[in-house]
Nanobody
Framework: VQLQASGGGLVQAGGSLRLSCAAS????????RGWYRQAPGKERELVAL???????NYEDSVKGRFTISRDIKKNTVYLQMNSLQPEDTAVYFC??????????WGQGTLVTVSS
């Protein structure tokens, strides 16, 4: 099973992008789906996650600007990013975590926000 992330690009500060992460198949036991990002010279950090029951959690700097959602039928997770700032520039990775501890990663999509 592969996770295919898309939707990154170049946007001006204040703009919006929507990232998508489509799974090529069903991963059994997935209980958390999330988005991480890694900026140049920094460690990968959690941006947002959504649990099977629909509960979401966000990194403090993106609260109120980013929204994670999922389409179960399409087996796809989205990250709507509004009011983007230059500090949001990073490679964004989607992730699925199973209840038996295994993690699956997408290939990453680059988001560049110009000032």
């Amino acid at each position: 099973v592969q996770l295919q992330a898309s939707g990154g690009g170049l946007v001006q500060a204040g703009g919006s992008l929507r990232l998508s992460c489509a799974a090529s198949g069903k991963i059994s036991g997935v209980n958390v789906r999330g988005w991480y990002r890694q900026a140049p010279g920094k460690e990968r950090e959690l941006v947002a996650l959504i649990v099977n029951n629909g509960i979401t959690n966000y990194e403090d700097s993106v609260k109120g600007r980013f929204t994670i959602s999922r389409d179960i039928k399409k087996n796809t997770v989205y990250l709507q990013m509004n009011s983007l700032q230059p500090e949001d520039t990073a490679v964004y990775f989607c992730n699925q975590k199973t209840n038996y501890g295994r993690m699956f990663w997408g290939q990453g999509t680059l988001v560049t926000v110009s000032s």
